[in-house]
């Protein structure tokens, strides 16, 4: 199956981890593509929650989206 423009990983500038799928718009600068994981981590971080309990949110949304 040929489906590369899809499967084309990207390096997320903030985390420095490769993703795939749709990015995600910084809110630092409106400009910067960053991943999915990072956007979730940024809206987190804008109604004030702690960063240990931002990757326990993410951890869940990942779980939720494997089943
Ligand atoms: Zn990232």
Known sequence: ???????????C????KAYRGVPALSRADG??????D????EALD???????????ILDTIHRSMQS
């Open 46 to 56: 804008s109604i004030g929650v702690e960063p240990a309990e931002q990757e326990q």
């Open 38 to 41: 990072c956007g979730t981590r």
């Open 13 to 16: 500038p903030r985390c420095h």
């Open 31 to 36: 400009q910067t593509l960053i991943c999915p």
């Open 1 to 11: 199956m040929k489906n590369e423009n899809t499967v084309t990983l990207k390096i």
